[in-house]
Protein backbone atom coordinates (compact mmCIF):
# COMPACT_ATOMS: atom_id res chain seq x y z
CA UNK A 1 0.00 0.00 0.00
CA UNK A 2 3.28 2.61 0.23
CA UNK A 3 2.05 5.52 1.62
CA UNK A 4 -1.36 5.62 0.35
CA UNK A 5 -2.96 8.35 2.41
CA UNK A 6 -0.63 8.86 4.95
CA UNK A 7 -1.16 12.64 6.01
CA UNK A 8 -3.15 12.96 9.03
CA UNK A 9 -5.92 15.46 8.86
CA UNK A 10 -4.29 19.02 9.13
CA UNK A 11 -6.33 19.87 12.21
CA UNK A 12 -4.84 21.38 15.48
CA UNK A 13 -4.93 18.59 18.11
CA UNK A 14 -7.36 20.58 20.31
CA UNK A 15 -9.63 19.31 17.48
CA UNK A 16 -9.08 15.95 18.36
CA UNK A 17 -12.27 14.24 18.89
CA UNK A 18 -11.41 12.49 22.39
CA UNK A 19 -10.04 16.18 23.37
CA UNK A 20 -13.79 17.17 22.87
CA UNK A 21 -14.89 14.68 25.81
CA UNK A 22 -15.93 16.43 28.67
CA UNK A 23 -14.87 14.99 32.33
CA UNK A 24 -17.28 15.45 35.53
CA UNK A 25 -16.72 15.87 39.09
CA UNK A 26 -18.58 12.89 39.47
CA UNK A 27 -16.91 10.64 37.09
CA UNK A 28 -19.37 11.18 34.25
CA UNK A 29 -18.49 12.25 30.80
CA UNK A 30 -20.39 14.56 28.10
CA UNK A 31 -19.90 12.88 24.75
CA UNK A 32 -19.21 14.98 21.55
CA UNK A 33 -22.19 14.94 19.30
CA UNK A 34 -21.63 12.28 16.10
CA UNK A 35 -24.76 11.77 13.97
CA UNK A 36 -26.65 8.33 14.41
CA UNK A 37 -27.49 6.63 11.02
CA UNK A 38 -30.88 4.82 11.39
CA UNK A 39 -30.76 1.13 10.01
CA UNK A 40 -31.69 0.41 6.29
CA UNK A 41 -33.89 -3.05 6.67
CA UNK A 42 -36.34 -3.54 3.74
CA UNK A 43 -38.43 -6.86 3.45
CA UNK A 44 -37.75 -7.37 -0.35
CA UNK A 45 -35.86 -10.19 -1.78
CA UNK A 46 -32.09 -10.19 -2.28
CA UNK A 47 -31.12 -9.20 -5.75
CA UNK A 48 -28.41 -10.77 -7.51
CA UNK A 49 -25.88 -7.81 -8.30
CA UNK A 50 -22.83 -8.83 -10.73
CA UNK A 51 -19.14 -7.76 -10.39
CA UNK A 52 -19.55 -5.19 -13.05
CA UNK A 53 -21.50 -2.67 -10.67
CA UNK A 54 -20.10 -3.95 -7.20
CA UNK A 55 -19.78 -0.54 -6.36
CA UNK A 56 -23.96 0.44 -6.31
CA UNK A 57 -24.31 -2.64 -4.12
CA UNK A 58 -26.85 -1.79 -1.77
CA UNK A 59 -26.10 -3.05 2.31
CA UNK A 60 -29.37 -3.71 4.36
CA UNK A 61 -28.81 -3.57 8.54
CA UNK A 62 -31.06 -4.28 11.27
CA UNK A 63 -30.40 -3.73 14.69
CA UNK A 64 -30.81 -7.31 17.26
CA UNK A 65 -31.15 -7.45 20.98
CA UNK A 66 -29.71 -9.52 22.80
CA UNK A 67 -27.63 -10.54 26.07
CA UNK A 68 -28.50 -9.76 29.70
CA UNK A 69 -26.99 -6.59 29.63
CA UNK A 70 -29.46 -5.54 26.72
CA UNK A 71 -26.48 -4.83 24.19
CA UNK A 72 -27.32 -5.19 20.82
CA UNK A 73 -25.93 -6.17 17.03
CA UNK A 74 -26.21 -4.42 14.14
CA UNK A 75 -26.20 -6.45 11.18
CA UNK A 76 -25.02 -5.94 7.98
CA UNK A 77 -26.52 -7.80 4.81
CA UNK A 78 -25.00 -7.00 1.04
CA UNK A 79 -27.59 -7.41 -1.70
CA UNK A 80 -24.05 -9.22 -3.05
CA UNK A 81 -25.10 -12.92 -4.24
CA UNK A 82 -24.75 -14.66 -7.53
CA UNK A 83 -28.17 -16.66 -5.98
CA UNK A 84 -30.09 -15.84 -2.84
CA UNK A 85 -29.49 -18.85 -1.07
CA UNK A 86 -25.46 -18.79 -1.43
CA UNK A 87 -23.90 -18.30 1.84
CA UNK A 88 -21.60 -16.06 3.20
CA UNK A 89 -18.80 -15.51 5.65
CA UNK A 90 -19.60 -13.69 9.64
CA UNK A 91 -17.38 -10.96 10.21
CA UNK A 92 -18.20 -10.20 14.07
CA UNK A 93 -16.82 -6.38 14.53
CA UNK A 94 -15.93 -4.53 17.63
CA UNK A 95 -15.90 -0.59 16.60
CA UNK A 96 -12.87 1.65 18.21
CA UNK A 97 -12.97 4.90 20.45
CA UNK A 98 -11.16 4.07 23.27
CA UNK A 99 -13.84 2.25 25.00
CA UNK A 100 -15.77 5.86 25.82
CA UNK A 101 -16.86 6.98 21.93
CA UNK A 102 -19.16 5.94 19.27
CA UNK A 103 -21.64 3.42 18.62
CA UNK A 104 -22.74 0.97 15.39
CA UNK A 105 -24.94 3.90 14.39
CA UNK A 106 -22.11 6.15 14.84
CA UNK A 107 -21.72 7.33 11.49
CA UNK A 108 -18.17 6.60 10.48
CA UNK A 109 -18.41 3.32 11.93
CA UNK A 110 -22.10 2.55 10.19
CA UNK A 111 -20.99 3.75 6.70
CA UNK A 112 -17.48 1.46 7.48
CA UNK A 113 -19.23 -1.63 8.28
CA UNK A 114 -21.88 -0.78 5.31
CA UNK A 115 -18.50 -0.56 2.86
CA UNK A 116 -16.60 -3.61 4.86
CA UNK A 117 -19.82 -6.17 4.31
CA UNK A 118 -19.79 -5.10 -0.09
CA UNK A 119 -16.33 -5.30 0.45
CA UNK A 120 -15.75 -8.90 1.72
CA UNK A 121 -18.90 -10.58 0.49
CA UNK A 122 -19.48 -11.16 4.26
CA UNK A 123 -22.60 -10.28 6.84
CA UNK A 124 -21.15 -8.11 9.68
CA UNK A 125 -22.19 -8.10 13.08
CA UNK A 126 -20.89 -5.04 14.52
CA UNK A 127 -21.79 -5.31 18.40
CA UNK A 128 -23.19 -2.15 20.38
CA UNK A 129 -21.26 -2.90 23.65
CA UNK A 130 -21.37 -0.84 27.20
CA UNK A 131 -18.97 2.10 27.09
CA UNK A 132 -16.68 3.52 29.70
CA UNK A 133 -16.32 5.60 32.08
CA UNK A 134 -20.00 4.23 32.99
CA UNK A 135 -19.25 0.57 33.03
CA UNK A 136 -14.91 0.43 32.53
CA UNK A 137 -13.37 -2.43 31.48
CA UNK A 138 -13.72 -5.52 31.57
CA UNK A 139 -17.59 -4.29 30.56
CA UNK A 140 -16.58 -4.25 27.39
CA UNK A 141 -14.42 -7.34 26.98
CA UNK A 142 -17.48 -8.88 28.45
CA UNK A 143 -19.86 -8.24 26.33
CA UNK A 144 -17.76 -9.09 23.62
CA UNK A 145 -17.71 -12.74 24.82
CA UNK A 146 -21.32 -12.67 24.83
CA UNK A 147 -21.52 -11.82 21.50
CA UNK A 148 -19.69 -14.63 20.37
CA UNK A 149 -21.53 -16.87 22.71
CA UNK A 150 -24.64 -15.35 20.84
CA UNK A 151 -23.44 -16.44 17.28
CA UNK A 152 -22.70 -19.72 18.45
CA UNK A 153 -26.31 -20.44 19.72
CA UNK A 154 -27.20 -19.05 16.60
CA UNK A 155 -24.92 -21.77 14.71
CA UNK A 156 -26.33 -24.28 17.01
CA UNK A 157 -30.23 -23.59 16.73
CA UNK A 158 -32.65 -24.96 14.61
CA UNK A 159 -32.88 -22.98 11.37
CA UNK A 160 -36.51 -21.94 11.87
CA UNK A 161 -34.93 -20.67 15.62
CA UNK A 162 -31.88 -18.60 14.10
CA UNK A 163 -32.25 -14.90 13.05
CA UNK A 164 -33.53 -14.90 9.63
CA UNK A 165 -31.07 -13.58 7.71
CA UNK A 166 -28.56 -15.58 9.56
CA UNK A 167 -30.62 -18.40 9.37
CA UNK A 168 -30.50 -17.95 5.18
CA UNK A 169 -27.25 -16.60 4.39
CA UNK A 170 -25.04 -17.33 7.57
CA UNK A 171 -21.52 -19.70 6.93
CA UNK A 172 -21.04 -20.42 10.27
CA UNK A 173 -17.83 -22.45 9.05
CA UNK A 174 -16.08 -19.18 8.30
CA UNK A 175 -16.33 -17.61 11.41
CA UNK A 176 -14.05 -14.03 11.35
CA UNK A 177 -13.72 -11.59 14.77
CA UNK A 178 -12.32 -8.37 13.45
CA UNK A 179 -11.85 -5.18 15.25
CA UNK A 180 -10.78 -1.57 15.15
CA UNK A 181 -8.30 0.24 17.80
CA UNK A 182 -9.97 -0.30 21.06
CA UNK A 183 -12.35 -3.10 19.40
CA UNK A 184 -9.20 -5.09 18.61
CA UNK A 185 -8.09 -4.96 22.10
CA UNK A 186 -11.69 -6.70 22.31
CA UNK A 187 -11.06 -9.83 19.49
CA UNK A 188 -7.51 -10.08 21.37
CA UNK A 189 -9.29 -10.67 25.20
CA UNK A 190 -13.13 -12.54 23.61
CA UNK A 191 -10.85 -14.62 21.52
CA UNK A 192 -8.57 -15.83 24.28
CA UNK A 193 -11.38 -15.86 26.73
CA UNK A 194 -13.33 -18.55 24.74
CA UNK A 195 -10.40 -20.37 23.68
CA UNK A 196 -11.28 -23.26 25.88
CA UNK A 197 -15.02 -23.40 25.28
CA UNK A 198 -16.40 -25.54 22.78
CA UNK A 199 -17.85 -23.60 20.17
CA UNK A 200 -18.97 -26.15 17.77
CA UNK A 201 -20.48 -25.77 15.21
CA UNK A 202 -19.52 -22.40 15.25
CA UNK A 203 -15.48 -22.41 14.16
CA UNK A 204 -13.46 -19.29 14.31
CA UNK A 205 -11.50 -18.64 11.13
CA UNK A 206 -9.55 -15.82 11.63
CA UNK A 207 -8.43 -12.98 14.16
CA UNK A 208 -8.16 -9.44 12.95
CA UNK A 209 -6.44 -6.71 14.91
CA UNK A 210 -6.84 -3.14 13.38
CA UNK A 211 -4.40 -1.19 14.99
CA UNK A 212 -4.98 -2.61 18.29
CA UNK A 213 -5.41 0.23 21.01
CA UNK A 214 -2.43 -0.89 23.42
CA UNK A 215 -0.81 1.09 25.95
CA UNK A 216 1.69 1.15 29.44
CA UNK A 217 3.22 2.89 31.74
CA UNK A 218 6.49 3.34 30.09
CA UNK A 219 6.60 5.42 26.93
CA UNK A 220 7.48 4.25 23.93
CA UNK A 221 9.16 6.39 21.70
CA UNK A 222 6.00 6.55 19.11
CA UNK A 223 4.11 7.87 22.39
CA UNK A 224 6.61 10.45 23.16
CA UNK A 225 6.21 11.98 19.28
CA UNK A 226 2.71 12.02 19.87
CA UNK A 227 1.85 15.23 21.79
CA UNK A 228 0.67 16.95 18.69
CA UNK A 229 -1.02 13.99 16.78
CA UNK A 230 -4.57 15.19 15.35
CA UNK A 231 -6.20 11.94 16.35
CA UNK A 232 -4.96 10.36 19.24
CA UNK A 233 -2.68 13.27 20.97
CA UNK A 234 -1.42 12.13 24.02
CA UNK A 235 -3.37 13.62 26.85
CA UNK A 236 -5.70 11.94 25.13
CA UNK A 237 -4.38 8.67 24.85
CA UNK A 238 -4.27 9.17 29.08
CA UNK A 239 -7.28 10.26 29.38
CA UNK A 240 -9.02 7.35 27.92
CA UNK A 241 -7.18 4.97 29.29
CA UNK A 242 -8.01 6.63 32.95
CA UNK A 243 -11.79 6.85 31.86
CA UNK A 244 -11.52 3.12 30.98
CA UNK A 245 -9.91 0.73 33.29
CA UNK A 246 -10.71 -0.30 36.51
CA UNK A 247 -10.50 2.37 39.10
CA UNK A 248 -6.98 2.03 40.66
CA UNK A 249 -5.44 0.25 37.42
CA UNK A 250 -2.72 1.80 36.19
CA UNK A 251 -1.66 1.47 32.41
CA UNK A 252 0.65 -2.04 33.27
CA UNK A 253 -3.15 -3.90 33.54
CA UNK A 254 -3.44 -6.69 31.09
CA UNK A 255 -6.47 -5.12 29.57
CA UNK A 256 -4.16 -2.63 28.92
CA UNK A 257 -0.94 -3.99 28.18
CA UNK A 258 -1.36 -7.51 27.79
CA UNK A 259 2.14 -7.82 26.28
CA UNK A 260 4.13 -7.39 29.48
CA UNK A 261 0.70 -8.54 32.09
CA UNK A 262 0.36 -11.81 29.93
CA UNK A 263 1.95 -14.88 30.22
CA UNK A 264 2.91 -16.24 26.84
CA UNK A 265 1.17 -19.59 27.65
CA UNK A 266 -1.71 -17.43 28.21
CA UNK A 267 -1.27 -15.46 24.39
CA UNK A 268 -0.73 -18.98 22.91
CA UNK A 269 -4.11 -20.00 23.24
CA UNK A 270 -4.93 -17.65 20.49
CA UNK A 271 -7.99 -20.08 18.39
CA UNK A 272 -7.14 -19.18 15.23
CA UNK A 273 -4.51 -17.49 12.69
CA UNK A 274 -4.13 -13.94 12.96
CA UNK A 275 -3.59 -11.14 10.97
CA UNK A 276 -2.04 -7.69 13.16
CA UNK A 277 -2.76 -4.51 10.88
CA UNK A 278 -0.97 -0.99 11.82
CA UNK A 279 0.55 2.23 10.16
CA UNK A 280 3.80 3.79 11.07
CA UNK A 281 2.23 7.15 11.94
CA UNK A 282 0.65 5.65 14.93
CA UNK A 283 1.25 6.88 18.18
CA UNK A 284 0.60 3.32 19.21
CA UNK A 285 2.63 1.71 16.31
CA UNK A 286 5.79 0.45 18.75
CA UNK A 287 3.64 -1.18 20.69
CA UNK A 288 1.76 -3.01 17.88
CA UNK A 289 5.32 -4.33 16.88
CA UNK A 290 5.80 -5.54 20.49
CA UNK A 291 2.15 -7.38 20.20
CA UNK A 292 3.25 -8.88 16.95
CA UNK A 293 6.34 -10.19 18.17
CA UNK A 294 5.03 -11.44 21.29
CA UNK A 295 2.16 -13.29 19.41
CA UNK A 296 5.17 -14.97 17.00
CA UNK A 297 7.06 -16.08 19.44
CA UNK A 298 4.26 -18.27 21.22
CA UNK A 299 4.03 -19.86 17.79
CA UNK A 300 0.56 -18.23 16.74
CA UNK A 301 0.05 -18.23 13.20
CA UNK A 302 0.16 -14.75 12.66
CA UNK A 303 0.52 -12.20 9.49
CA UNK A 304 2.04 -8.53 10.64
CA UNK A 305 1.21 -5.73 8.13
CA UNK A 306 2.89 -2.43 10.30
CA UNK A 307 4.86 -0.65 7.57
CA UNK A 308 2.18 1.10 5.43
CA UNK A 309 2.10 4.75 6.07
CA UNK A 310 -0.54 6.75 7.92
CA UNK A 311 -2.05 7.56 11.03
CA UNK A 312 -4.56 6.04 13.54
CA UNK A 313 -8.14 4.99 12.41
CA UNK A 314 -6.91 5.86 8.97
CA UNK A 315 -9.57 4.14 7.03
CA UNK A 316 -12.54 6.38 8.54
CA UNK A 317 -10.98 9.32 7.19
CA UNK A 318 -9.07 7.94 3.70
CA UNK A 319 -11.18 5.93 1.18
CA UNK A 320 -7.70 4.36 0.01
CA UNK A 321 -7.02 3.34 2.66
CA UNK A 322 -10.52 1.79 3.36
CA UNK A 323 -10.29 0.39 0.40
CA UNK A 324 -6.53 -1.30 1.19
CA UNK A 325 -7.85 -2.51 4.67
CA UNK A 326 -10.63 -4.70 3.15
CA UNK A 327 -8.09 -5.85 0.50
CA UNK A 328 -5.47 -7.16 2.75
CA UNK A 329 -8.82 -8.55 4.82
CA UNK A 330 -10.47 -10.20 2.19
CA UNK A 331 -6.74 -11.98 1.30
CA UNK A 332 -5.98 -12.69 4.47
CA UNK A 333 -9.44 -14.64 4.71
CA UNK A 334 -8.76 -16.53 2.06
CA UNK A 335 -5.69 -17.44 2.17
Known sequence: MGDLGSEPPTTEKSASIFLQIVEHPDGTVTRPF????????????????TDGNRDAVAVRSRDVLLGPFKISLRIYLPELHSSPSEKLPLVLFFHGGGFVLFRPASAPYHFSCEHMARSLSAIVLSLDYRLAPEHRLPAAYDDAVESILWVRSQAAADPSERDPWLAEHADFGRFFIMGSSSGANMAFHSALRVSDLDLQPLQIAGIVLNQPYLGGEERT??????????????????????????????????????????????????????????RRGDPLIDRQRQLLHVMEAAGLRVVGQLEDEGFHAIELLVPSAAEALFTDVSEFFNA
Open 34 to 49: VPLIPVTDGDGPLIPV
Open 221 to 278: PSEEASEEDAILPLRANDMLWRLALPLGADRDHEYCNPVSAMAVEKISKMPARCLVKG
